[in-house]
């Protein structure tokens, strides 16, 4: 259905065709931008699956590791105090078609226990080596799932936004030129009817006055 408010003029429909070209090409854009922050999520899917599935093994062996070191020393809340804030984690930015991506960069410290050695023992040192394995490796998750994360709202914006391009703004634009471009065949029919009727008319003065 046809815009009411677009009037029948040459210079509407310039104007409106060409308005339809950029929707076009935005909607290229837009769904050439979706296919390819897909694909940057579908490499990023099965890393997420992995790292998950080994993250949980890890923990499990560090917690494990922690039960040990307590049964032996007892509760070791007091040693895990000594250990310090780490503060190696850097975050740098990438884009992908427009996409913010965060990169995360850790400064893997010297696995270097912070308590006291006459309190400790191996079992401790074990959980403690565990522990920082746990947190290397939370670093690269929380990068790779924020990243899927990210992709998959920029996915689902450049969906909508070319659903949009393509189911209504497109057709109204064609609708609008559909419109116009009948509208201005009709009038140029009805100014060669016309014609035709005045030259008929002066012909037939023109014989007229010959009588």
Known sequence: MANKQVFPTKGNLIATKKSNALAHMGYELMDRKRNILI??????????????????????????????????????????????????LHVSYRSVMGVEIPKLSYDKQEIKPTYGLERANSKLDYAYTCFQRVKEMSVVLAEVENNVYRLANAIRKS?????????????????????????????EREEFSRQKVIKRNKDSQMQMERK
């Open 39 to 88: 694909r940057e999520m579908m490499g990023l899917l099965d890393d997420v699956k992995l790292l998950r599935d080994e993250i949980t093994q890890t923990y499990a062996e560090a917690y494990r590791a922690l039960q040990l070191a307590n049964m032996s020393l007892g509760v070791i809340s007091a040693m895990a105090e000594a250990v310090p804030i780490d503060t190696g």
């Open 159 to 187: 969906q909508k936004r070319a659903n949009a391009l393509k189911n209504i703004v497109i057709p109204e634009f064609e609708h609008n030129i559909k419109f116009i471009t009948d509208a201005l065949e009709e009038k």
